[in-house]
Structure formats: structure tokens, C-alpha cells
């Protein structure tokens, strides 16, 4: 019995070895080994950042394949529509515009936030709803070069002294929106809360603007570039995304804020219904949020963080409205996108009729 209990304890001994010798076994990302998702991603140097210094770190921590593909807001939805019988993609990057659309076509499905210890540290307001959070948050507001003292009101940009010197945002553009709530505040009075309702009798107050527009620009970049080089005095309007990488090189073109408040650009991320390999995806999303990743990414795109709880250095921090409180002291404005979607289709047919585009 001695003898038998020795062999006995042997084995266990030997089996217990081999246990310690498999460190796949006992890592606490065992269980995504060998998994893979797809990712839609921004275009651009965004998207640059995530593929290049964010997925690696992420696939080595977990074993795992991720793939990604770049694209737009829409075009994005489009991937997500055209693969609803059999999605392909796990987790897509969307602006905040297009989540009640994804969300009411059963494209996306609700956030397990308990399963996302980063989600903690999220602002509310860029919660959307649970289909969604924010990942970069961006400033829609005037650009100019450096050599123009920018208007102090939005209403200034309607005065004769600004024909032919304003590049004006495309109705293709999200920011296109923002542009017609400014015009329905400027005739109503009203806060950009309430005259977003009023778009549709703005229209007159649109049309009162072409004298002054240089033209229509859908490449934010490149504008931005043109003012810089003094092409065009002011740009009304684009995201910040777009100019402060320009100021930050020293060119001569920054951004304005006039008394009437900002608007919010919001990159966000959203889960995939259906899609493969949902644990994976829910712990990608995760690592989006995490602060460290948050700090780098804020810090490379200047743009804001959604989550609370990371310091940014001096130079950082001019460059964006951050944390939550700022937000709300610059007037930061995110527009009821459910209406606005319901009735972009006839605002936009309005515009290409007032400016031929």
C-alpha cells in the first residue's frame, strides 16, 4: 500500500508538472486562444492608430486575431446591413449619429456594460442609450488663419464684409447639420436646443448666406489646408479632429468658438449583432475605454476622452474640451439625432437647391 501510494502521489506530482508547464491553461485570457473578430474601423490616421498601436497590444494580451477594414459612418452601416443574414463583423466604429438608426434596424445589439470594468469610468452622456459609447469626442466650430480676427456670433459670418471668404461644410458632412441649427438659432432666438426643431423654416436664413460663401468643401483636410494657406478666411463649420493636427504643426489656422456654443462630434464603437465571437468583441471594446489607451489615443488624434479620470499635460489640453465639465462650460452641443435623421433627406435636398452642390 506504501509502494502503490508513492506511485500514486508520482503521477499527481508528474501531472501537476505538466499542468504548471501549459501556461495557456492557467492565463486569465485562456479562453480567448485562437479567437478572431473583424472591426470597421475609421479611415485616416485614426484608424492608422488603432491598427498600428492598439491591436497588436490587444492581440498579444489575448491570444487572438483581430482584423480590421476601414470606413465611414455610412459606409459602415451599409457593411452592417449587407451582412445581416451572416455578420462578418463583430464590433464597428460609428459616429454617434448613425447609432439610433443601427439600433432601431436591429443592426447592433445593447452593450453587456457589466462585462466592460473600463465602461465605469464613462461619462453618462456618452452612454447612448446602452447601444453605444463615445471613443474620441471631437468640437464642431468655426476654423480660421491666424492672420483674421474670427466673428465673436455665428450671425456676424451672415455681414457683407465676409463675401466670398467662407468655405462652407457640405450637405454630404455630419457637420452640414450643425450648420442649419446654427441658422435656425440665429432666426428664432432659440438655443440650440430648441431651434433644431425649427430647421425647416430656417431655410430663408440659409439662403441669406450665399453671397459670402467661397464654396462647398467635403474634405475637411484639405480645407482646412486652403484656409491655412489663406484661400478663404473662415471655415463654418468642420471638427476639430481636422484643424488642431494642423495647429499643432504650426500652421496658421486655428479654431473659434462663438458665444452661441460648439457642437459635439462624437466617434463611438458599438457591438455587432450576431456577430462573431461576442466575448472577444465585448472585451475589445472594453480596451478601447481603458484609461491608459484613452490617454495615448487622446494625445496622438487631440481629441477628448469619454471617460473620466485621465490627466493630460498643458500642451494636451488646449487642444480639447475635457473633462465633462468643460464640456458643458464651452456650450458643447450633441443635436437629437432621431429627428434630425428622420428629416436630414429633405434638409439636404433644400441645400443642394440653395447652393447648387
Known amino acids: 500500500m506504501t509502494s502503490m501510494n508513492r506511485r500514486t502521489f508520482g503521477k499527481l506530482a508528474l501531472g501537476t508538472a505538466s499542468l504548471l508547464a501549459a501556461p495557456t491553461i492557467l492565463t486569465r485570457n485562456a479562453w480567448a486562444q485562437g479567437k478572431e473578430i473583424q472591426v470597421g474601423i475609421w479611415g485616416g490616421a485614426q484608424g492608422e492608430y488603432v491598427r498600428s498601436s492598439i491591436v497588436p497590444q490587444f492581440e498579444a494580451d489575448f491570444g487572438c486575431t483581430v482584423i480590421t477594414e476601414e470606413g465611414f459612418t455610412l459606409a459602415n452601416v451599409e457593411k452592417m446591413r449587407a451582412t445581416r443574414s451572416n455578420p462578418q463583423f463583430s464590433v464597428m466604429f460609428i459616429d454617434d449619429v448613425a447609432i439610433p438608426i443601427a439600433r432601431d434596424e436591429g443592426l447592433i445589439a445593447e452593450l453587456p ?38 466673428p465673436d456670433s455665428y450671425g456676424d459670418l451672415w455681414d457683407p464684409k465676409w463675401a466670398g471668404k467662407i468655405k462652407l461644410v457640405s450637405p454630404k458632412n455630419t457637420p452640414s447639420v450643425f450648420f442649419l441649427i446654427v441658422a435656425a438659432a440665429l432666426k428664432t432666438g432659440k438655443p440650440f436646443s430648441e431651434a433644431q426643431y425649427e430647421i425647416g423654416n430656417a431655410f430663408d436664413k440659409v439662403a441669406e448666406l450665399k453671397p459670402n460663401v467661397l464654396n462647398i468643401f467635403d474634405n475637411g483636410p484639405v480645407a482646412v489646408g486652403e484656409v491655412a494657406q489663406g484661400q478663404a478666411d473662415i471655415g463654418f463649420l468642420e471638427l476639430s479632429k481636422y484643424v488642431y493636427p494642423y495647429t499643432a504643426q504650426g500652421a496658421p489656422v486655428t479654431m473659434s468658438f462663438p458665444k452661441e456654443g ?46 473620466a479620470g485621465i490627466e493630460f499635460s498643458e500642451e494636451a489640453s488646449k487642444y480639447m474640451v475635457y473633462p465633462d465639465t468643460a464640456m458643458d462650460s464651452a456650450g458643447l452641443f450633441t443635436p437629437d439625432w432621431e429627428f434630425v435623421n428622420a428629416n436630414r433627406a429633405a434638409w439636404t435636398e433644400e441645400l443642394n437647391g440653395i447652393f447648387s452642390v
Do not use: C
Open 113 to 150: 456594460l457589466d462585462q466592460m470594468p473600463a465602461s465605469e469610468m464613462l461619462f453618462d452622456r456618452f452612454n447612448f442609450g446602452g447601444y453605444g459609447t463615445g471613443l474620441a469626442i471631437s468640437v464642431a466650430s468655426l476654423f480660421h488663419n491666424t492672420s483674421v480676427t474670427p
Open 262 to 307: 460648439s457642437f459635439a462630434g462624437n466617434n463611438s464603437q458599438v457591438l455587432v449583432k450576431d456577430g462573431p465571437n461576442q466575448d472577444l468583441a465585448v472585451a475589445f471594446m472594453n480596451r478601447m475605454l481603458e484609461s491608459d489607451v484613452q490617454k495615448a489615443f487622446s494625445e496622438f488624434a487631440l481629441t477628448a476622452p469619454p471617460v
